[in-house]
């Protein structure tokens, strides 16, 4: 199914990380195709509109542990691009991504870049297509390394663990259907690790399932949205600690608004919550 530049034994070994993933043709919502630009003289502006936020990471005692801002553009080709810049305290963990999308939210192009404990740790630029996916990477604990991955299908999501990319995972839930519980194959991550810090590198993120609690208005200290409430279902870690990662997000453009998790902090209780703090759009 896969077939990489790179040894798959020393990427394990170096970084604990594989390899993959890919993007979809480029398709122009019909709410795009629709929305009219608004330009001073009459000229057509090379966006259609651009959004920004800042999220708050928060402790279970309350305590603030973490902070993220991001933007979008939504251009009129279709694509879609969104930067990320996140702090993570306990862990050390800085992190700046810039993502392009099509207008499903399946992966173009992404810049991954970490810094950990004050350090620069590596930085990757990755590019997808229907067929192959590659990443070109420096980091300083093994190097440079090229993965090239052939692919016998698309893949639709990337997660490069800001926040605002974790609730693009619900645009593949399908509200047309009946289940309350769905499942998709063939997503990937920047790094197999829960805070993200390792790498950047592609590797598979295996078989996941999302399930869609309902609609809730619900209030944080960026105002009052109305949200979709996802729960992702996880499985336990290698220890048997059960986690958990439920989120709310607006709809259609999956805007992260709060979000609780267990199992996964550095804390007492490995608790802790998400809020919308700022946001703009």
């Not at 800085?94 to 404990?117: G, K, N, Y």
């Not at 016998?152 to 519980?181: N, Y």
Request: glycine share 10%; proline share 5%.
């Amino acid at each position: 199914m896969t077939d990489s530049l790179i040894s798959r034994r020393t990427v394990l070994a170096a970084t604990g990380a594989a390899a993959l993933t890919v993007g979809a043709p480029l398709r122009v919502s019909a709410a795009d195709a629709k929305r009219k630009p608004t330009a001073r003289g009459g000229a057509r502006p090379p966006t259609l509109r651009n959004t920004h936020g800042k999220i708050l990471y928060i402790n279970d005692d309350g305590t603030e542990r973490g902070r993220e801002w991001f933007s979008v553009t939504w251009r009129r080709d279709g694509q879609i691009t969104l930067r990320a810049y996140c702090e993570i305290d306990d862990g050390e963990v800085e992190r700046d991504v810039v993502q392009t999308m099509t207008s499903s939210f399946a992966p173009i192009d992404c810049f991954v870049r970490l810094h950990v404990r004050g350090k620069f740790l590596g930085s990757g630029m990755m590019r997808f297509s229907d067929t192959e996916a590659e990443c070109d990477v420096y980091n300083v604990e093994v190097g440079r390394l090229r993965q090239v991955i052939k692919l016998d299908r698309p893949v639709p999501t990337l997660v490069t663990h800001p926040l605002s990319t974790d609730a693009l995972l619900a645009a593949q839930f399908d509200h047309s259907k009946s289940e309350r519980v769905q499942y998709w194959e063939g997503g990937m991550t920047s790094s197999p690790l829960l805070d993200g810090a390792s790498g950047p590198l592609l590797s598979p993120n295996g078989r996941r399932a999302i399930e869609y609690v309902g609609r809730e208005r619900i209030t944080v200290p960026a105002g009052t949205f109305d949200t979709h409430h996802y729960r992702l279902l996880l499985s336990p870690r290698p220890d048997g600690t059960k986690t958990t990662y439920e989120f709310w997000a607006t709809h259609p453009d999956y805007v992260f608004v709060r979000g609780a998790v267990s199992g996964y902090l550095k804390n007492k209780t490995g608790s802790g919550t998400y809020e919308l703090v700022e946001y703009e759009g």
